[in-house]
């Protein structure tokens, strides 16, 4: 048999290198982590674990069954491997490369410093060359007193374009559910929803269990598995009236205004904590209130007391405020007092910057003065004219402008 074609038979031959198999075990541990960590670089992640059965072990290396034992427990001693069984033949394998280099590392380092000592404790640091970017014949050699050569920077393998790996399906599917991510944030106030989106959906990547996730692929609203029903309410997030307006009244009796009495309250019963204990004492007080009703009644009362909370109230909504509003006068509705004011603030600007286009010798009649003095803003501003203009003949007088006397 010809040499070429003998060692075509052989196959491709491969290499270990030696001063690897000191930090592995042996020659078989070094040339299997090698194999191992070449396969683990041609995956799309470089967590993701290598899926291999000892045939393809041994067609790749060489290494028989008991040798690839052997070289997998060496590994495993030295945490340069990581190995589970899938089943009889087959194996996951992941090698950590991490480790390894820090073994380089903390050894080429022991052995820096004794170089070190044994000179003395100075250091020899080539000279550096120097090359700039224009051609030229002067080279400048540069050499670091105190620093050596610069470790060379670790390569690490990226991904090209690179996706988020989650649960879902489909990118149609998961654009659906950052756009309904989206609102959700938006909905709940947070001062920077995308930003928002993109950690939730971060997390959800590096494998945490998003319950926001589970409600989309239910068919739920955001958040609705979120919600816990208190004993004190009468849906998530929705106390009982009479509760909310016991708490309600306690903080307008200690001088809170009633906006303030209302925005206090709600955010206690939204405490589990408070709002348990709150809740506890507010049944003893109806309680105490029942048994006193009863010994009411019992003694021929027919209505016997109840506190105010008690007492049946409709909702109030901004309908029915402007409702009431709108019955009492048109300008007190809040739709139309901003709207008034501003077309009042226009025209008594425009009839400000009127004023100086009238000649000096223009006296307004007092008609004109009296329907200026309609709104308040009106009146100050004719206040302030007839003082700035006492050869007009007017005076104000509780109000009203009156023709001034002149004796």
């Not at 599917?173 to 989106?197: A, D, T």
């Not at 405490?271 to 348990?276: A, C, M, Q, S, T």
């Amino acid at each position: 048999m010809k040499l070429g074609l003998f060692l075509r038979h052989l196959g491709t031959p491969l290499i270990y290198y030696p001063k690897l198999a000191k930090f592995t075990g042996g020659v078989a541990a070094s040339i299997l982590f090698c194999q191992v960590f070449d396969w683990q670089s041609q995956l799309s992640h470089p967590q993701e674990w290598v899926t291999i059965t000892s045939d393809e072990i041994e067609k790749a290396t060489g290494l028989n069954p008991s040798e690839q034992e052997l070289a997998r427990r060496q590994l495993q001693e030295r945490l340069l491997l990581k190995a589970r069984l899938v089943n009889d033949t087959t194996l996951e394998l992941w090698a950590d490369i991490d480790a390894l280099e820090n073994k380089l590392d903390n050894i080429f380092t022991d052995r820096s410093s004794d170089i070190i000592a044994r000179n003395g404790g100075e250091t020899k640091n080539h000279p550096v060359e120097v090359v700039p970017n224009y051609p030229t014949s002067n080279l400048t050699i540069k050499t670091d007193k105190f620093f050596g050569q610069p470790r060379q920077p670790t390569t690490v393998r990226v991904t090209p374009h690179y996706k988020f790996s989650g649960p879902w399906q489909s990118d149609e599917q998961f654009k659906e559910f950052q756009r309904i991510l989206l609102e959700y944030y938006k909905n709940q106030g947070h001062p920077n929803p995308s930003r928002s989106v993109f950690y939730e959906i971060d997390n959800m990547t590096k494998g945490l269990i998003s319950p926001l996730w589970d409600d989309f692929i239910s068919g739920k609203p955001l958040g609705e598995s979120q919600k816990v029903k208190r004993e004190w309410e009468i849906e998530p997030g929705v106390p009982y009236p009479a509760f909310e307006e016991e708490r309600t009244q306690y903080y307008v009796h200690k001088g809170e205004p009633l906006e303030q009495a209302v925005l206090k309250a709600r955010t206690d019963l939204r405490n589990p904590v408070l709002g348990r204990d709150l809740w506890e004492g507010f049944l003893r007080k109806c309680d105490r209130i029942a048994d006193e009703a009863i010994n009411a009644k019992k003694h021929g009362l027919e209505t016997p007391y109840l506190p105010a909370s008690f007492t049946d109230k409709p909702q109030i909504t901004k309908e029915s405020v402007m409702k009431k509003l709108e019955a009492i006068a048109p300008q007190f509705s809040l739709e139309s007092s901003s709207s008034n004011m501003l077309s009042a603030a226009n025209l008594e600007q425009q009839e400000i910057e009127e004023q100086p286009s009238h000649s000096a010798d223009e006296i307004p009649s007092i008609a004109s003065l009296h329907e200026a003095c309609k709104t308040p803003i009106g009146r100050n501003m004719i206040e302030n004219l007839i003082a700035k203009n006492p050869d007009w003949g007017y005076e104000m007088v509780d109000g009203q402008v009156i023709e001034s006397i002149p004796f």
